[in-house]
């Protein structure tokens, strides 16, 4: 099993309780990100392209503390930018622990072997690896030869020492799915807890903006990977939200089911889009105008989303929302090979967009000297 029972239990009965509460609208992972500077420029990825100054910044470990504890979500996202590159990350990490957070510290890795001395292994801490693919293609997206095996050397210290690991894959254009499944393959023989997928998502600060997925092609791509799955495959992802990823569901965004806080303040309306900050969580529920965004809105930057920033929230919500969602939930659990002979079509044709999904990007070693300091 890909999560513990205690996690499942806990996420379980949090749910059931806001149901029971009658709140149509609560957290279920806070996305906590302590700082944006980063020792990667991915061509996918607008953290870094911040100011110097804004790069230089940090949430305090009180600063933290206060966002998970206004928020209540069970669950704690730490991206970034690169939070082993935080000064205070081991307090952070403690303190949520403390609280009896489930926490996914999300990670490169280049750092991971360094700083595992500063870790307990604890149920409640999970080192989430930023892999994006195969060897070529990895150290391609992010613009650094020789990323993923220093990245699948830090998954194997970490493993060795009793911690548990996933892996987190961001699918873009382009993408060759023969390529993915081998890369499921590569991920089971290390012996990772489970994998988190998502399709890309255009930051308007990203580099390529030509690579990001349309939704029918989104639907396509994840058919043809998902489909007659290996029996070993284990992914940490409700698998409803694996259904809506291949067009076999339909859900709104949820943006509030995974809230974002970091050195602004309390993001409207989500992780992706920037459309001001609240000071407080309860403002942020409050004040957002959260009709104007997902795709049922005709928001123009909400129309090809599927990520799972806003819609592994909504599929958890249909797991609870009806006997039908949970014996669905079930059945996906139990039946997950998912046969399909035309989806092995899918993996013999050659991607539609051609060529390598993500392109290099010109980032100056001064550049990134200066994001790192």
């Known amino acids: 099993m890909s999560v513990p029972i205690s996690q499942m239990w806990t996420v379980a009965t949090y ?138 050397d830090g998954i194997r210290e970490a493993l060795k020492r009793g911690f548990r690991v996933t892996t987190n894959t961001t699918l873009f254009d382009g993408t060759d799915p023969k390529s993915v499944r081998a890369f499921f393959d590569e991920m089971m023989d290390l012996g990772i807890e489970g994998m988190m997928l998502s399709p890309g998502y255009s930051y308007e600060k990203a580099p390529d903006q030509q690579h990001f997925l349309g939704r029918a092609r989104t639907r396509r791509l994840f058919r043809a990977i998902l489909s007659n799955r290996e029996k070993n495959w284990k992914f940490n992802l409700s698998p409803l939200f694996l259904e809506f990823l291949m067009g076999k569901r339909t859900f709104a965004c949820t943006p509030w089911g995974m809230p974002t806080y970091n050195i602004f303040g309390w993001q409207k309306p989500c992780y992706l889009l920037q459309d001001g900050y609240a000071d407080t969580f309860q403002e942020l529920l409050a004040e957002t105008d959260w009709a104007n965004y997902g795709t049922e809105s005709g928001n123009p930057k ?21 006997l039908g969602g949970f014996f669905a939930t079930v059945k996906a659990t139990l039946f997950s090979r998912y046969p399909d002979e035309g989806a092995y079509r899918l993996l013999d044709e050659q991607p539609e967009s051609g060529g390598h999904p993500l392109v290099q990007i010109e980032t100056s070693n001064e550049t990134l000297e200066e994001t790192r300091a």
């Not at 090809?304 to 009806?322: D, I, K, L, P, R």
């Open 302 to 322: 909400c129309a090809n989303c599927m990520v799972h920033s806003g819609y592994e929230a909504s599929a958890v919500n249909a797991t609870f929302s009806s």
């Open 15 to 152: 749910v059931i309780g806001q149901k029971l509460a009658g709140r149509k609208q609560y957290p279920l992972v806070l996305m906590l990100e302590p700082l944006f500077r980063c020792n990667l420029a991915c061509a996918g990825c607008g953290k870094i392209q911040y100011p110097a100054h804004i790069l230089k910044k940090n949430l305090s470990p009180e600063e933290c503390f206060k966002a998970v504890d206004e928020c209540g979500a069970p669950m704690v996202s730490i991206p970034g930018g690169e939070p082993l590159m935080h000064p205070e990350i081991d307090k952070i990490v403690e303190g949520l622990v403390a609280r009896k957070k489930y926490i996914y510290l999300c990670t490169n890795a280049l750092l991971l072997k360094e700083k595992i001395h500063l870790f307990k292994p604890s149920k409640y801490l999970t080192f989430s690896v930023h892999l994006d693919g195969q060897k070529e293609h990895h150290d391609f997206s992010v613009c650094r030869e020789g990323g993923y095996e220093i990245a699948a």
